[in-house]
């Protein structure tokens, strides 16, 4: 079946470390994104990419880090300068066209938790 | 300010009754998109209905239905015949077509839950 998958589910990082959360599609979506989830608020863009080998940042960038090597793939890597990185990551993909966006899918989430 | 409001942080609804989600929105962009999306315990995001600011009619999907009040900068969301597996939370986002890359902006989320 075509959708997003992300992993790893839960992970647990020690402060100072650097971590990589996968996000893999196979729905041939253009247009990939990555976000925080907090409790009680609304998601909050951090990178997303439209094309292969090309992307920006969103409104929360700072300590994050992205690639898009290829158009199935946009891993997100959490830096040890993320001060608060304990948080729920969504990824997310659309078809790219300019009268669909929006109409996200997303993945199932990876829950990162900082000790 | 806040440019999408979702006033109710919780609600019960008897199942089989309606439910209905406000979500307020502020822009002034006179062209601008609508969504709502649910999200289950298992965290997925999905994608439920879309109402464009230029649509003379409410946007329908099944049990799902837009109530767009375009004066009122209204665009709640109708669930009829609410079921066990509506329990969820349920997020409003507004997308302005000023902004070129057209990014969602996102409400803080309602969780509604379904008594059986």
């Known amino acids: 079946d075509g959708g997003i998958t992300q992993s790893p589910k839960y992970l647990f990082r020690k402060e100072g470390q650097n971590v990589t959360l996968s996000c893999e599609q196979n729905?041939?979506?253009?247009?990939m994104y990555w976000y925080r989830q907090d409790p009680g608020q609304g998601l909050r863009l951090i990178y997303y990419?439209?094309?292969?080998?090309?992307?920006q940042k969103g409104d929360i960038a700072e300590g994050y880090s992205v690639s898009r090597e290829k158009k199935e793939s946009f891993p997100l890597t959490v830096t040890s300068a993320q001060k608060n990185p304990t948080a729920f990551y969504l990824c997310?993909?659309?078809?790219?066209?300019?009268?669909?966006?929006?109409?996200?899918?997303f993945g199932e989430g990876s829950r990162l938790t900082v000790l | 300010a806040q440019k999408i409001t979702q006033t109710q942080p919780g609600m019960f609804v008897q199942e089989k009754e309606a439910v209905t989600l406000d979500c307020t929105y502020d822009?002034?962009?006179?062209?601008?998109?609508l969504f709502w999306y649910k999200q289950p315990s298992s965290g997925e995001m999905i994608f439920l209905i879309y109402?464009?600011?230029?649509d003379q009619q409410n946007a329908t999907e099944g049990r799902y239905s837009l109530n767009f009040q375009k004066a009122r900068k209204s665009a709640n969301l109708v669930i009829s015949a609410s079921q066990l597996g509506d329990s969820a939370m349920y997020f409003c986002?507004?997308?302005?077509?000023?902004?070129?890359?057209?990014?969602?902006?996102w409400g803080a989320g309602t969780k509604l839950i379904i008594k059986p």
């Open positions: 822009t002034s962009d006179p062209s601008y998109g």
């Open positions: 729905l041939n979506h253009d247009a």
């Open positions: 990419s439209q094309i292969v080998n090309d992307f």
């Open positions: 997310a993909s659309s078809i790219g066209d300019r009268g669909r966006v929006g109409e996200l899918f």
């Open positions: 986002a507004m997308r302005e077509d000023w902004d070129s890359n057209y990014q969602l902006i």
């Open positions: 109402q464009g600011s230029y």
